[in-house]
């Protein structure tokens, strides 16, 4: 499914935090989203889950204006991995990524089911978090749980999946752990997917495509070689940095002193 976003602005006071955001997602690819601290990426995902309400402008799902498709739809769709979690406080990990199928309940009434559990099952092993099953979610370490966060969020089954910082807190194997299988979920089930990242090279090694945001705005928009030369990372980080190209093209950004 793709996201279609026009002349969005959004502010949570005064001050506007998106600035006339108008931008086209692509069906089945893995855009990253890069910008300074502050400058609204979690915000906008914010806005195409519609956790926070926009004041102006229109967000298209699938061409439809999302606005029109009722929440629980809505949460079988897209689900959020969020950069910052109220972890509820004693659920063991498996009853936590169980909560990815709660919009799937036919009532509230209903328990889970075999297959939910199943599901939760497969995608814990998958993740290589079978081992957490049964430990109180609180006691998992912050890159742990950061992982137990994207289980839950393929729990859900979603046709759009949003990762914010998705890597924070992991070390550089899990982080490429994480993201190819975000990234082969992309390339073989079809899932439109949209990662906030700060690694430049993460970003540029796993993204299709990348948006580029500063204060509000989104400046660019193109494949990683068009989108991580010198010139912009000087305009939009003040970064001085070297680029260089492994084999295939694929750009790696080196900073300098
Ligand atoms: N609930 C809120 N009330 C008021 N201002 C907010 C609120 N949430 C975020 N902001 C402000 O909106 C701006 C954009 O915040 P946002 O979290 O979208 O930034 P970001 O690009 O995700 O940054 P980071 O890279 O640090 O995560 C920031 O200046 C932030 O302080
Ligand atoms: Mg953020």
């Known amino acids: 499914m793709g996201i279609v976003i026009n002349e969005l602005n959004f502010s949570y006071t005064q001050k506007k935090i998106l600035n006339n955001i108008t931008l086209k997602i692509k069906k089945g690819k893995l855009t990253g989203i890069l910008g300074p601290n502050g400058c609204g990426k979690s915000t906008l995902l914010k806005t195409i889950i519609g956790y926070l309400k926009i004041h102006q402008g229109e967000i298209l ?20 991995v969020p950069q910052k979690s109220n972890l509820m406080a004693d659920m063991s990990v498996e009853e936590f990524v169980l909560l990815g199928r709660l919009p799937h309940l036919k009532s509230s009434w209903d328990g889970y089911t075999k297959d939910d559990r199943k599901l939760v099952g497969e995608n814990l092993k998958s993740l290589n978090l079978d081992k957490f099953k049964d430990r109180v979610a609180l006691s998992l370490s912050g ?7 994207l289980a839950r969020a393929l729990t859900q089954m979603p ?32 899932i439109t997917s949209v990662a906030v990242l700060h690694d430049l090279n993460l970003a540029s090694i796993f993204c299709d495509e990348l948006i580029i945001m500063k204060e509000g705005a989104i400046l660019y928009q193109g494949l990683p070689k068009d989108i991580l030369t010198v010139d912009i990372l000087k305009e939009v980080y003040n970064l001085r940095a070297k680029i260089i190209e492994d084999e295939n093209g694929c750009p790696y950004v080196i900073p300098l002193i």
Do not use: C, W, Y
């Open 159 to 190: 046709k759009i999946l949003l990762l914010d910082e998705p890597t924070s807190s992991l070390d550089l194997n899990h982080a490429m752990e994480l993201l190819t299988s975000v990234k082969n979920l992309v390339d073989e089930n079809g």
């Open 143 to 149: 890159g742990e749980f950061q992982r137990v966060l």
């Open 61 to 80: 799902i699938e061409n439809i204006d999302k606005n029109n498709i009722n929440k629980k739809n809505l949460s079988k769709i897209i689900s959020l």
